[in-house]
């Protein structure tokens, strides 16, 4: 793939009081590299500025997403497990649902509300940062937990398991 040209993500949509700065950092002290403004001409409001400020700021993500899903086809034929949550991640930071993924002990965890009849309580997706998601079921550093606290637990069940072994 090309190298991106774009300012590197992660982006965050920062409202600093009057209108939202687009920011490498989740601070209104950041510096901005871009602005969205409110339109009155335009009808535009508030919520509607923070809506396409959110979209704009995950665009990173939705791009790494796309980049990676593009990579998992051609190799596999089939988008891994992990990319899928990865593209929840990516949707519900650009609908402003979630904030961004927290990384522990090298594995990355994300909040991915899944519909409601498919929930069962494991809304907490995580995998470790090298995770594969081969169709062939080798690498297992990837699951989906019912909080934070119990994707840590998890997390840490598996690696003291990858240590007995």
Not at 50 to 58: K, P
Not at 100 to 128: C, F, L, Q
Request: proline share 4%.
């Amino acid at each position: 793939m090309s190298e991106s040209k774009h300012t590197p993500g992660p982006w965050h949509a920062v409202w600093n009081g009057y209108f939202f700065d687009l920011t490498k950092e989740s601070s209104v002290y950041a510096q901005s590299f871009a602005s969205i403004h409110t339109n009155s001409s335009l009808a535009v409001d508030v919520e509607q500025q923070r809506a396409n400020a959110q979209l704009i700021a995950a665009a990173p993500d939705l791009l790494d997403w796309l980049k990676s899903a593009v990579e998992d086809f051609d190799k596999t034929g089939s988008v891994s497990l992990a990319g899928i949550g990865h593209a929840r991640a990516a949707i519900a930071k650009a609908e402003g649902r979630t904030s961004e993924r927290t990384s522990y002990r090298g594995y990355w965890i994300s909040y991915n509300p899944k519909p409601v009849p498919a929930s069962m309580g494991v809304d907490w997706d995580w995998r470790h940062e090298d995770y594969d998601g081969a169709p062939d079921g080798n690498d297992r550093r990837a699951g989906c937990s019912a909080s934070l606290e119990a994707a840590k637990a998890d997390i840490d069940e598996q690696i003291e398991e990858m240590a007995d072994v």
